[in-house]
Structure formats: structure tokens, C-alpha cells
């Protein structure tokens, strides 16, 4: 293997090893009406409501990708206050941004009721959002990744009191962790010892 390519695996595999976002806390939920065509999912009926979503990890990218909405009103994503996208996106329309560890700073906004609701729900309002998957015989969460294409996939249900269907937009989450300077010396040294070692094979 090429050096360039092993270290592009090293550090792969160091970023795969050290991924951790989870949920903490939510309420079990199960609904009806999320198979709408406008939505770019496998139609879904459980989650785990306004459960927090927390990074263990010292540095994080997070990319955040728009997979559709049913919805009259005008919804938002923000992230550490500022606004993502709304609902009016073009499907697959993605924002990335980084975060340290402890819960996500982001939180949906329905401008037409007004709720706002930010990571770990806002029990004032009747607008919430779920992270999507299913419960096992002993209630057990599996959060549903859309064949693991995505982390976490998040549907917010909008202020419009008539459906609770969490389709009004859907959004899914992948998380990378920034490797630590620590990391990329770790690399270069090892990159180094391969080429002396390889130099001197060449000679000897």
C-alpha cells in the first residue's frame, strides 16, 4: 500500500472510531401520514421525541442535508443562531458546520405559528420534533440512518395543530469528528519511519 493511501486510512480510521452523537432522554412516539412522496425517506411511523442530541467527541463537522417537507407553512433549521435552510430548499440542499462536545446547538422554527423548538424539545408549544427509528418487544431505540446514509435522521412537526405527522421537515445528520493535532503528528511520524524503512531497503 501507498504511503498516501495508508495514511489516508489511518486517519479514516481514526475519525470512524471516535464517532459519537447520541440522543438522551425523548419520549417513544408513534404517528401516521410520513410517507408523503415530497419527503426523501422510507415512509416512517416511530421516534424518539424532542430527545437530545449530544456530541462526545472534542471537535465535530456536522453536515445537516434537507430531505424534504409536507408542509403549508414555512419551517427553519438553525444552527448556533444562524439559519441553515428552510423548507423551501431544494431536496438534498446541505449545511455543514462544526461543534464541540455536548449537545448540538440547533433548533427548528416554524414562522408562520411562531414555535420554535430547540435541541431537547420545548414543551411550551405544541410544534416538536422526532429523531426517527424504531423500539424493539423491550422498547430498545434503533434510529432509522436511511441504509446508512446518514447518522441521524430528524422530522419536526410544525405549530399546524390539525396533524402530528413529523413530516413538515425532514432532515438527516452526519457527524465527523475532527482529528486532534495529537493525530496528524501521529501520522507524519509514521509516515516518516515508512520512509526511512523503505529507503533503506532500497539501499541495503
Known amino acids: 500500500m501507498k504511503a498516501s493511501s495508508l495514511a489516508a486510512a489511518l486517519l479514516a ?15 417513544e412516539v408513534h404517528f401516521t401520514g410520513y410517507s408523503s412522496a415530497s419527503v ?28 424534504g ?16 435552510f428552510d423548507n423551501l430548499a431544494a431536496p438534498f440542499f446541505t ?6 462536545a455536548g449537545a448540538l446547538d440547533f433548533a427548528f422554527k416554524d414562522t408562520h405559528g411562531g414555535a420554535t423548538v430547540a435541541n431537547g424539545g420545548n414543551p411550551l408549544t405544541f410544534a416538536s420534533y ?13 434510529p432509522y440512518t436511511q441504509g446508512g446514509k446518514f447518522d441521524y435522521v430528524l422530522g419536526f412537526n410544525d405549530s399546524w395543530i390539525y396533524d402530528t405527522d413529523y413530516n413538515d421537515l425532514a432532515i438527516g445528520i452526519n457527524v465527523t469528528p475532527v482529528p486532534e493535532p495529537e493525530t496528524y503528528a501521529m501520522l507524519v511520524a509514521g509516515l516518516g519511519i515508512m520512509g526511512f524503512v523503505s529507503w533503506r531497503r532500497r539501499f541495503s
Open 95 to 100: 449545511y455543514t458546520t462544526v461543534q464541540g
Open 40 to 67: 426523501s425517506t422510507d415512509p416512517q411511523s416511530a421516534g424518539l421525541r424532542n430527545a437530545q442530541l449530544v456530541s462526545d467527541d472534542a471537535l465535530d463537522e456536522l453536515t445537516f442535508t434537507f430531505l
Open 69 to 84: 417537507k409536507d408542509a403549508g407553512h414555512v419551517n427553519q433549521l438553525f444552527f448556533d443562531g444562524e439559519l441553515a
Open 130 to 142: 422526532v429523531v426517527l427509528g424504531s423500539f424493539d418487544a423491550a422498547g430498545a431505540f434503533s
Open 13 to 27: 480510521t481514526a475519525g470512524a472510531a471516535n464517532a459519537a452523537l447520541t440522543p438522551i432522554g425523548g419520549s
